[in-house]
């Protein structure tokens, strides 16, 4: 028997804007149920690639596959209704809405009939505050409040927990832990646990090694738009995985010129 087909694949992805080369030929595979940590410098090409994936950019070369069959997104739309669902930094969700309300944007319970059809403001705050709860997110219980007055940890917990209520398959996030103080991360590295559990397929960057390794069954490092390395966890230290995400220089040569600049000041 052959083992199941990755439930994402990306197999020799390009992608040029005109003249310049972002990313070059790049193959990479996340089964159900597992965590990609997808790593690399500023500039590297992380969020060029994952928004080849949600179908916001269109690679120049190669293809993606879902279950194992060829799929072209034409636009954000696309990706989403193939269950392909990213978070971005702030959680994407509308600061001055409500949380049931934000929730449900585009999709929108309704009661009533015709034109006399009304949001069901009750039923949508039962079910958001539900699903965060499903989450382990306690702390939030009220659904009227504002999705502005939330902590970033619990922005992004709502926006992980409606992607996975509306049936996503595949969880990208795009350094959903950057500006999350050390609590707030630990809460959204649970949900990330719990999506995997849930088995999804979880795409994660991060600049962080400490959230990576916490998380990540697979890590994938980008250098300049190539695949620099790609290993499975406790394949390589954490020593390793640091210089790694520098963009392959040593860790230790980085700190001695900081030293020196201290030292000329
Ligand atoms: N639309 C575009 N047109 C031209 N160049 C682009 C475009 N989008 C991205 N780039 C370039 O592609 C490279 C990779 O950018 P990208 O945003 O993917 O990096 P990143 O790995 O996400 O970096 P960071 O860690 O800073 O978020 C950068 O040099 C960037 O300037
Ligand atoms: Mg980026």
New binding site residues.
């Given amino acids: 028997m052959t083992a199941a087909a990755p439930l994402i694949e990306l197999r020799h992805i390009s992608k040029s804007?005109?003249p310049?080369d972002?990313l070059q030929d790049i193959s990479l595979k996340v089964h159900a149920g597992e965590v990609l940590c997808l790593l690399?410098?500023?500039?590297?090409?992380?969020?060029?690639?994952i928004k080849i994936l949600s179908g916001v950019h269109r690679p120049s070369a190669g293809e993606i596959l879902l279950d194992g069959r060829p799929v072209a997104f034409a636009s954000p739309k696309d990706a989403q209704t193939c269950g392909i669902a990213t978070v971005h930094q702030f959680g994407g969700t509308f600061p001055l809405m409500s949380i049931g309300r934000s929730f449900f944007v585009g999709v929108e319970p309704t009661k009533g009939w015709g034109p006399f059809r009304v949001f069901d403001r009750k039923r949508a705050n039962t079910i958001a505050v539900q699903a965060v709860r499903d989450f382990g997110i306690t702390r939030i219980d009220d659904g009227d409040r504002l999705v502005g007055g939330l902590s970033g940890g619990e922005r992004q917990s709502l926006a992980i927990a409606r992607a996975v209520h509306f049936g996503a398959r595949v969880l990208i996030l795009d350094?959903p832990t950057a500006a999350l103080g050390v609590k707030q991360a630990a809460h959204v590295l649970r949900i990330i646990n719990e999506a995997k559990r849930r088995g999804l397929a979880v795409i994660f960057i991060t600049?962080q090694v400490t959230h990576a390794m916490a998380v990540g069954d697979h890590f994938a490092v980008?250098i300049r738009?190539a695949i620099a390395a790609d290993f499975r966890k406790g394949e390589r230290t954490r020593e390793e995985i640091t210089d790694l995400m520098a963009g392959g220089e040593i860790m230790a040569h980085i700190e001695a010129a900081i030293e020196g600049a201290h030292a000329d000041t």
């Fill in positions: 804007f005109g310049i972002v690399g410098d500023n500039g590297a090409g992380k969020s060029t690639l350094e600049h980008l738009g």
